[in-house]
């Protein structure tokens, strides 16, 4: 039996946050990266207060970008209520960059050594109510009469590894074109936008959420990486969710859309 106590407690932050639950429009916004948030009784992992304001802790700026573009269309969304160092809600579990020991050469001292029973308490704790939630909005939409769309919201830092990253923003796709071709149109064509088609990432290697929940059900998806300097501001957040907003104010009148689709 075990009887090790549990992660969160009183005073911690929910495990996940869900807007506008009743929303009846079939798209389903996702951060999987939202929160850079550590239990208390995990001792931050060990790291100072500004190690967990990086990029390695959480996707800075998507949450902004996730809350206002729901409330832009009016569609739910889900966020993550724990940071990405904890575990990866984005990765499978077992996956060796599903919990780092090293993060953008950053050692994470809560995350040496741990156990099989220590990454499975986490899997638990985390990542499956997460997930759970994920799937049983996208079932609460479905049954309303049409397949509904998946949008998963990160950002990425301007530089990794020593190298400058150029683009404003990537969309992430793996094999199904719906979303993610017309939104790669209609965001080049606002002139000085530099925009990554499977750029900084590739959705055909990265994809773990996307995947999961919405190509392996046939469901239209993509991802959309913002670069992580134009989201700094709450301005800078609200011009993001605006041209987002204005680009899925059309792509969500095409009918193909809501159709379950295996490519």
């Not at 094999?175 to 002139?191: C, Y």
Request: hydrophobic share 40%; with cysteine; charged share 20%.
């Amino acid at each position: 039996m075990n009887n090790a106590p549990p992660l969160t407690g009183p005073g911690d932050p929910p495990l996940f946050k869900a807007l506008n639950e009743g929303a009846e429009r079939p798209l389903l916004l996702i951060c999987d990266h939202a929160s850079r948030a550590i239990p208390r009784s995990m001792d931050s992992l060990g790291l100072p207060e500004e190690v967990l304001e990086r990029h390695i802790a959480y996707d800075i700026g998507a949450a902004q970008v996730t809350e206002l573009l729901a409330h832009r269309l009016g569609v739910p969304a889900l966020l993550a209520g724990y940071s990405r160092l904890l575990i990866d809600a984005n990765r499978a579990p077992g996956d060796p960059m599903s919990v780092l020991e090293v993060s953008d050469g950053v050692s994470i001292p809560g995350n040496q050594d741990l156990s099989e029973a220590d990454l499975t308490r986490r899997e638990e704790t985390f990542f499956e109510p997460y997930h759970n939630a994920v799937t049983n909005a996208l079932a609460q939409l479905w049954r309303l009469g049409r397949a509904p769309a998946l949008l998963s919201i990160h950002s990425f830092t301007p530089s990794l590894n020593g190298e400058d990253r150029q683009w404003d923003i990537g969309v992430l796709w793996n094999r199904d074109p719906r979303i993610a071709l017309p939104l790669i149109e209609k965001l080049s064509a606002h002139e000085g936008l530099h925009v990554g088609d499977n750029e900084p990432y590739s959705g055909r290697e990265i994809a773990y959420s996307l995947d999961l929940h919405g190509g392996a059900a046939g469901l239209a998806n993509c991802a959309v990486e913002i670069r992580q300097d134009h989201l700094e501001t709450p301005g800078g957040a609200a011009r993001w969710a605006e041209l987002l907003g204005d680009a899925f104010e059309e792509i969500l009148a095409i009918d193909y859309l809501y159709k379950v689709e295996h490519f």
